[in-house]
């Protein structure tokens, strides 16, 4: 590797035209993103989710991939403040003017539904819930992601547990195997 980035240089592309590079983490703690500031354009990866990841041909492929949730909705914040006209990702179509603003609530309201889902099914739960049984409440949910993918879920699903469990609003049932959380 010659050259490596973590956020905040510039790459001029000629000398009235930079890209900047962003850290965007809640995908991954080392996410970038380029930001072309005179065409109003972000080129932002995997960094922005909606309600999952579509097929080329329409229709879900797989769940949300985020992890760290604050980090997650910190970077929908920044992507919100950026002057954006244009938004080029990973795995959705390009997106202009109020697509990219309905894209980021969308991301947001996935979060929000997580976090619903979860204490509403722990609610309803006697002695806690286990991973699986938390990623198939969600996934049924959202409603649309292929079944046979609802295991990827377990990434966001664990960062919200995590996220609560830090928040003293769950905790792991002591002794349980497998793993199974509570409400506190």
Wanted: proline residues 4%.
């Amino acid at each position: 590797m010659d050259l490596a980035f973590s956020g905040g240089e510039k790459i001029r592309l000629s000398d009235d035209w930079m890209l900047e590079v962003l850290h965007v983490p809640g995908h991954s703690h080392g996410h970038l993103a380029l930001y072309d500031r005179k065409h109003c354009a972000a080129f932002a990866g995997d960094a922005i989710h909606g309600r999952g990841c579509p097929k080329a041909e329409g229709g879900m492929s797989i769940p949300v991939t985020y992890y760290y949730v604050d980090l997650y909705l910190s970077t929908l914040r920044y992507f919100e403040s950026l002057d954006l006209d244009v938004l080029h990702s990973g795995h959705w179509p390009t997106m202009r003017g109020e697509e990219i603003r309905d894209f980021i609530a969308e991301s947001r309201q996935t979060v929000d539904l997580f976090d619903r889902v979860i204490l509403g099914s722990l609610v309803k739960s006697l002695g806690g819930l286990t991973m699986k049984e938390l990623i198939d409440a969600v996934s049924n949910a959202v409603g649309d992601w292929p079944k046979e993918t609802w295991h990827l879920a377990m990434f966001p699903v664990k960062g919200h547990m995590d996220r609560l469990e830090a928040q003293d609003k769950v905790r792991v049932v002591p002794g349980s195997s497998p793993v199974r959380w509570q409400l506190v």
